[in-house]
């Protein structure tokens, strides 16, 4: 439907950063949750960070010390800063609305189209 649409995915090389944006309405189906997850080839999705309306977050262990999550509620945007690149990151990257501050896909109502992002060695 297009409810959510990503940009600012990429290539770099290991140790730098990039920044992905999401916009899409605060609400969709009553969802208010907003989080990004990604999918390696071969791999299962996963989720990366989640972020509640008020500001409560959680993250994946793995990505916990060099991601953040944010977002501007008054603009309708939602931010993933990425730090410290590593080859393992890479992946498709998808914006999501769910129902909880979860990492679990099936808490999630809503799924963008995706961003790339690659990360050489």
């Known amino acids: 439907q297009g409810q959510l649409v990503e940009s600012g995915g990429g290539s770099v090389q290991a140790g730098g950063s990039l920044r992905l944006v999401c916009t899409g309405p605060?609400?969709?189906?009553?969802?208010?949750?907003r989080g990004w997850f990604r999918q390696a080839p071969g791999k299962g999705r996963e989720g990366v960070a989640v972020?509640?309306?008020?500001?409560?977050?959680t993250y994946s262990n793995t990505v916990k010390d060099r991601f953040s999550v944010s977002r501007d509620n008054a603009k309708d945007i939602l931010y993933l800063q990425m730090n410290n690149l590593k080859p393992d990151d890479t992946a498709m990257y998808y914006c999501?609305?769910?129902?909880?501050?979860?990492?679990?896909?099936?808490?999630?109502?809503?799924w963008g189209q995706g961003a790339q992002v690659t990360v050489s060695s």
């Open positions: 972020i509640a309306y008020g500001g409560s977050t």
């Open positions: 605060g609400y969709i189906h009553g969802n208010s949750y």
């Open positions: 999501a609305a769910g129902r909880a501050l979860s990492l679990d896909p099936d808490y999630v109502s809503t």
